[in-house]
Nanobody, 124 residues
Framework: QVQLVESGGGLVQAGGSLRLSCAASGRTFSSGAMGWFRQAPGKEREFVAAIRWSIGSSTYYADSVKGRFTISRDNAKNTVYLQMNSLKPEDTAVYLC????????????????WGQGTQVTVSS
């Protein structure tokens, strides 16, 4: 059993920054990937960023966040972070952490484990 717990969400003004954390417990990950997705009210869950656990830690970003968001990991803590800079009102959503062995790194259906989510609200 895997548990994912997100933290770090909140209310921030446009242009501000937040850092999300996702702590995994129940098992250690030596393969596969962890990702961040977000879901705004009335919209589908969408890919934000992902990082592979393999050596080299390949990272992937949605075009809408590239250059503003950075995903990173701490193997010792089994934790993944999402540093979000230059936040925009359209970034407002519930951000969810996911883990699994996805073939399609951006495909929401390929992640088997999900956290409960953390709310990010960006005011204009």
């Amino acid at each position: 059993q895997v548990q994912l717990v997100e933290s770090g969400g909140g209310l921030v003004q446009a242009g501000g920054s937040l850092r999300l954390s996702c702590a995994a417990s129940g098992r250690t990950f030596s393969s596969g990937a962890m990702g961040w997705f977000r879901q705004a009210p009335g919209k589908e869950r969408e890919f934000v960023a992902a990082i592979r656990w393999s050596i080299g830690s390949s990272t992937y970003y949605a075009d809408s966040v590239k250059g503003r968001f950075t995903i990173s990991r701490d193997n010792a803590k089994n934790t993944v972070y999402l540093q979000m800079n230059s936040l925009k009102p359209e970034d407002t959503a519930v951000y969810l952490c996911a883990a699994g062995r996805p073939v399609g790194i951006r495909d929401v259906n390929e992640y088997g484990y999900w956290g409960q989510g953390t709310q990010v609200t960006v005011s204009s």
